[in-house]
């Protein structure tokens, strides 16, 4: 079976299957990650949500806020100060009541990267078992460096950009030469 693809994600790079969307590839991760002894419910579950909902923050639509929340809690569980119960208590704390985590319809959108990322979802699909949790942790780590590359004050993001391509194709090459390894 072919796969035609016709566009790229605009928030995330990755190619799109003609009549798909990148949404298409997550709820893909998913099933596959279900097929995984130990990952749903995981960190790694955490990994992959959290890195899908942080590059796309227009179509899955979280406020400027709830962004920064879960990039903070990304670099908790990566620096090991956050378990995923905690991340759990923590996010039910921040979102309790009337704080809103989702734009509403005719926000304007957040101030945010999009473009092409070093790792995105499709990068991910290709996991086994085995490789499923060094690939979503490498995508989560790719996040985090690439959104620290931007200063508190605000950076340029095209030139963001132009230095993920580049982080990108390396983890394309190391991916080929790990598939050759093993």
């Known amino acids: 079976m072919t796969s035609v693809t016709n566009s790229i994600c605009l928030e995330c790079g990755a190619p799109v299957p003609a009549g798909g969307a ?13 097929t995984f002894p130990g ?8 990994y992959a949500v959290a890195c899908y909902n942080l590059q796309h923050p227009d179509s899955v639509g979280l406020t400027a ?3 920064e929340g879960l990039r903070r809690n990304l670099a908790d569980a990566l620096d090991g100060k956050a378990s995923v119960v905690e991340l759990r208590r923590c996010t039910r704390l921040a979102t309790n009541g009337l704080t809103r985590v989702r734009r509403r319809s005719g926000e304007a959108p957040v101030d ?15 996991a086994t078992a085995v490789t499923y949790p060094d690939l979503v942790e490498a995508w989560a780590r790719s996040i985090r460096a690439t959104l620290d590359m931007v200063a508190p004050s605000g950076s340029d993001w095209q030139e963001l950009a132009t230095a993920s391509r580049a982080r990108r194709e390396r983890f394309q090459r190391l991916l080929v030469q790990g598939a050759r390894a093993g």
């Open 65 to 67: 806020e709830a962004l």
């Open 22 to 34: 990148c949404l298409d590839h997550f709820h893909a991760l998913l099933v596959l990650e279900g």
């Open 112 to 126: 945010w990267y999009r473009g092409s990322w070093p790792v995105n979802v499709t990068d991910v699909l290709t």
């Open 39 to 46: 990952a749903p419910g995981s960190i790694l579950h955490f």
